[in-house]
């Protein structure tokens, strides 16, 4: 059996991707983080991309913080509303694919994690998706619900509301200044210090506590490969890098191509 800098030596002398196929032929407790860049492959725009001609003249701050929505709860439903539609016309791509079925299929521990709010991993078949900063396509109270509030009771409006209380609702993401769900995020915790892979997938790992799992997991011995074009912020925790796109790459390393994981 190799030691593990025999292992390191043979690893530098593949090919990254064929390397990363053996890793994950080989685990049997995976975790794969995804960002911005996944989605960016199926045409999503970023937060900031989405705000060009009308929408450029307002800051983040305004369109995704609770101040900024009580001070315009109509402007800023409205640009939810824009982003909706900019979703709802793109399809998840193949690495989105890979990953919903490499879920069905991979006999061991599995978890997918994302900081995209986009939804396109359930679209592409994945069943249980810790989403770190919400879902663009889900609504929650702004405060506390009271009694007569059920999102089902909402009046229709820009924004809907309880006509009782008043309560407004909002899109359930993650805003400015709001922690994330903490039990989601517990969870995906728990998830990185018990894997022996993780992939990091089409994220600069610039926002925290998210690109925090990337090194949570290094940290407790785990394999971190990196999936992305170019480079970012968590490429010195990784144990390898891909420089490839996630829908490349994905389905050859995960090997789902032809419906069959990688022996």
């Not at 409205?78 to 069905?104: I, S």
């Not at 900063?133 to 924004?159: I, S, Y």
Request: net charge negative.
């Amino acid at each position: 059996m190799h030691s593990e800098e025999q292992a390191t030596g043979q690893a530098e002398q593949e090919e990254p991707m064929a390397v990363a196929a053996r890793w994950v032929a080989t685990a049997r407790n995976i975790v794969v983080l995804t960002g911005a860049g996944i989605s960016a492959e199926s045409g999503v725009p970023t937060f900031r991309d989405a705000q060009t001609g009308f929408w450029a003249q307002y800051r983040p701050e305004d369109m995704a913080s609770r101040e900024g929505y009580l001070a315009n709860p109509a402007m800023v439903w409205r640009w939810y509303e824009y982003r909706r539609e900019l979703v709802a016309k793109v399809r998840p791509n193949a690495g989105h694919e890979a990953l919903a079925t490499f879920e069905k299929l991979h006999g061991g521990d599995f978890t997918l994690v994302t900081q995209n709010v986009d939804g396109l991993h359930q679209r592409a078949g994945s069943a249980d998706v810790l989403c770190l900063h919400g879902n663009l396509n889900a609504q929650a109270w702004l405060d506390t619900p009271r009694d007569c509030c059920h999102l089902d009771w909402a009046v229709a409006g820009d924004p809907p509301h309880c006509d009782r209380c008043g309560n407004l609702v909002r899109p359930a993401v993650v805003w400015f200044g709001e922690a994330l769900p903490i039990k989601i995020l517990g969870r995906a915790q728990h998830a990185a210090e018990h894997c022996d892979l993780m992939l990091v997938v089409g994220t600069a790992g610039a926002v925290y506590p998210a690109a925090g799992l990337a090194r949570l997991a290094s940290r407790v011995g785990a394999r971190v490969v990196i999936v992305n074009p170019a480079p970012s912020e968590l490429d010195d925790a990784a144990d390898l890098i891909v420089r490839s796109s996630a829908s490349v790459a994905l389905p050859w390393i995960l090997g789902t191509g032809d419906g069959r994981i990688a022996a």
